[in-house]
């Protein structure tokens, strides 16, 4: 069973920027994925990668201001976000799927805790 690890998040100010990763223990599926959960809400896709890296897919929301990433050598994934802003405030949780390339969570298989990332106005 693969084990996901999140790191990096913190409070930050509007228009900074942060790099969060995802640290896997054993072999990750063929998608990893971003997910964020802010109080009230429903989780939401960021963005995802497939294993190669040749393949991203980003959500609407968030485009433009944040680029993932992987080291598969390190076993790792990262997500870069400028320009946060407070609606960016989150729960920020890494995924792991056995499909194809998908934004909807129940097509991942293995879950991080989740980091907490707040950007104060």
């Known amino acids: 069973q693969v084990q996901l690890v999140e790191s990096g998040g913190g409070l930050v100010q509007a228009g900074d920027s942060l790099r969060l990763s995802c640290a896997a223990s054993?072999?990750?599926?063929?998608?990893l994925g971003w997910f964020r959960q802010a109080p009230g809400k429903e989780r939401e896709f960021v963005a995802a990668?497939?294993?190669?890296?040749?393949?991203?897919t980003y959500a609407d929301s968030v485009k433009g201001r944040v680029n993932i990433s992987r080291d598969n050598a390190k076993n790792t994934m990262y997500l870069q976000m400028n320009n946060l802003k407070p609606e960016d405030t989150a729960v920020y949780s890494c995924?792991?799927?056995?499909?194809?390339?998908?934004?909807?969570?129940?097509?991942?298989?293995?879950w991080g805790q989740g980091t907490q990332d707040t950007v104060s106005s």
């Open positions: 995924a792991t799927g056995k499909g194809s390339m998908s934004n909807n969570p129940y097509n991942y298989n293995s």
């Open positions: 054993g072999r990750t599926f063929n998608i």
């Open positions: 990668i497939t294993w190669s890296g040749l393949s991203t």
